[in-house]
Each structure stands twice: as structure tokens, then as C-alpha cells.
């Protein structure tokens, strides 16, 4: 009779440990700092948020904002944008938009595509908008968005992802790419870390710090 509890002990257990072992895949360690971080999806499903993304909350910022086609911010950013994909270890078909706003903001999205407002980059020369835009990228490739969501922000991810044929679920879940924006500062250093073993370092002067040039 003894080994009935230790049956019921075992049986209630086992709920947790195969979700457990279902989960430690997710458990990768950062390429910039000795830490694991839990990483729930993977770059393929991102991308697919990502142009998702694209059509509802991009559509609905081009909307928002005119899009800039000319000038010199539109020249510096597409260029900038350019040569940083070029430098990335994946590649990235994305597209660079500048919206004519003097708000503060830029997001680079998994698919490579950058929005980025005119403010952003105002007096900003070449070299510097490289900077931000490998700064932008590094927070994607270290996923830093995914690291600060909360247990019960997962936990709509996950309701999301397995109802992702659901028009707003996706939205929902393709949305944590550009909402959990705000950075710690050991990921803002990670991101300046990053930037800068992608874009070549300035031949004199030392290194921008991003957190200087725009407070996104
Ligand atoms: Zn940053």
C-alpha cells in the first residue's frame, strides 16, 4: 500500500517533467554573455511574424506617418541599411522606411525590413546611421524582445502559436517583436557589443555608444 502515494507522487509529477523536457531545447546561451535565455521561437517562425507584422502594424504606421521617398535622410538610412544587411551572417531581403516624424523610434524587424523615424537620424552622417542600424539589428539577433517578455506574456505567446492560423491571435503574438522594447542596460551594451563586431569601427574616435544618438 506504501507504493500508492509514491505512485500518485509520480504521476502528478510527470506532467511537469515532460513539459520541462519539452522546454530545455528552448534554453540557449547567449552569443554575448556566459547566461542561458529562454528563447520560445525560433528565427523561421519569427520571420513568418514578422511579415505578418508587416501588414498590419507597419501598414497601419504607414498610415500613421508619410513615408518618406526622397531626401537626404531617405538616401543615408537606405544606404546604411544596405551595407549593414549585407555584413549580417543571415540574409535579410528586407526594405528600409523612413517616416516623416520628429518622434524618436526605429524597430528592425527579423525580416530585415527598418523602420525608422526621420527624427532619428536628423544630423546623423553615414557612419553614425550604420551605427544605429547595426545597434537596431544586434537587439533582433540577440532577441532581446524575447528575453523581456513576462511568464504571462509567454503565455499568450503560446495560446497565439498554437491558434496561429487565427487572424488575431497572430497579431497578438507577431506584436512582442516591437512591444517589449524596452531595454536593460546590459542589453543596450550587448547591442553596442554586437554592433560593433558587424559595422567596421570608425577609423578616428572611438566608438559611439547608440544609448547617445537616439533613446530607442
Ligand atoms: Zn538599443
Not at 555584413?87 to 517616416?99: I, W
Not at 511568464?151 to 495560446?159: C, G, P, R, W
Request: with cysteine; net charge positive; aromatic share 10%.
Amino acid at each position: 500500500m506504501a507504493s500508492r502515494p509514491l505512485f500518485l507522487l509520480g504521476l502528478g509529477l510527470l506532467p511537469g517533467l515532460l513539459c520541462g523536457m519539452a522546454l530545455l531545447p528552448c534554453y540557449q546561451p547567449s552569443p554575448c554573455s556566459p547566461r542561458y535565455v529562454f528563447l520560445c521561437v525560433s528565427r523561421r517562425q519569427e520571420r513568418d511574424l514578422a511579415r505578418r507584422l508587416k501588414t498590419t502594424w507597419g501598414e497601419a504606421l504607414t498610415r500613421r506617418y508619410r513615408v518618406l521617398q526622397t531626401g537626404d535622410a531617405v538616401s543615408t538610412v537606405t544606404a546604411a541599411h544596405q551595407a549593414v544587411c549585407q555584413l549580417y551572417q543571415y540574409r535579410l531581403q528586407g526594405q528600409a522606411v523612413v517616416l516623416d516624424t520628429e518622434e524618436l523610434w526605429a524597430y528592425f524587424l527579423p525580416t530585415g525590413d527598418l523602420y525608422v523615424s526621420a527624427g532619428c537620424v536628423k544630423g546623423l552622417d553615414g557612419q553614425q546611421v550604420q551605427w544605429l542600424v547595426g545597434h537596431l539589428l544586434a537587439h533582433m539577433h540577440l532577441r532581446h524582445a524575447q528575453e523581456n517578455m513576462g511568464y504571462s506574456h509567454l503565455a499568450a505567446v503560446i495560446v497565439a502559436w498554437l491558434h496561429r492560423n487565427n487572424h488575431h491571435t497572430t497579431e497578438r503574438f507577431g506584436n512582442y517583436l516591437v512591444r517589449y522594447t524596452h531595454w536593460t542596460a546590459g542589453q543596450e551594451d550587448e547591442a553596442d557589443q554586437y554592433a560593433l563586431s558587424l559595422v567596421p569601427v570608425p577609423a578616428a574616435g572611438k566608438p559611439l555608444c547608440m544609448r547617445g544618438l537616439t533613446e530607442c
